[in-house]
């Protein structure tokens, strides 16, 4: 984590010209150019445990029908998405269990966005009847990493989910 920090803090001033720099030029005065202060990068330590969380609201809406969490981890089209699986799974009959394990780590970070980047160990998905208990469906795909890109954004006070994408050759 502090090599994060430390990566993200490097990036962020190695590219700021500061104020009063001559821009390349001599300056031939000895005198050093006073520079503004550089904002500090901003870090956002819950970014990652709210992506956990994400993952968690995700098995357990799917594996009850209930998406009433949904809007507290995601937004946007992807809570959209979330929330009609959900009742259409529902409309079916049916239940989806499984377990994703994340490994995420963050790519970038901004005030109001977030990127991640996360190679996440997937079991499942089960399917079941509501009715009987029954599973439905073939044998489960056997588990296996799949690699996911996330955005983030900062929303009502705390960060969601946005999108999640995966690659076509989605191999960690």
């Not at 962020?12 to 990068?41: D, E, F, I, Q, Y």
């Not at 809570?79 to 994340?102: M, Q, S, T, Y």
Request: aromatic fraction near 6%; glycine fraction near 8%.
């Amino acid at each position: 984590m502090a090599s994060a920090a430390l990566v993200l803090c490097l990036s962020a001033t190695a590219c700021t010209k500061a104020a009063g720099a001559s821009g390349g030029h001599l300056n031939p005065t000895g005198r050093l150019p006073t520079a503004s202060p550089v904002a500090a990068p901003v870090f956002q330590p819950d970014v990652l445990a709210q992506y956990r969380r994400f993952h968690q609201v995700v098995e357990a809406g799917l594996a009850t029908g209930d998406s009433s969490q949904v809007p507290l981890v995601a937004t946007g089209s992807e809570a959209a998405f979330l929330k009609h699986e959900v009742a259409e799974n529902e409309r079916e009959g049916v239940i989806v269990r499984g377990h994703a394990v994340p490994h995420p780590h963050l790519a970038s970070v901004r005030p109001e966005e977030a990127q991640i980047v996360d190679c996440v160990m997937a079991a499942g998905p089960y399917t079941f009847r509501r009715d009987t208990g029954k599973r439905v469906g073939g044998e489960p795909p056997a588990p296996r990493h799949y690699l996911i890109y996330a955005a983030m954004t900062h929303s009502d006070g705390t960060w969601k989910v946005s999108s999640v994408a995966t690659p076509k050759d989605n191999r960690c």
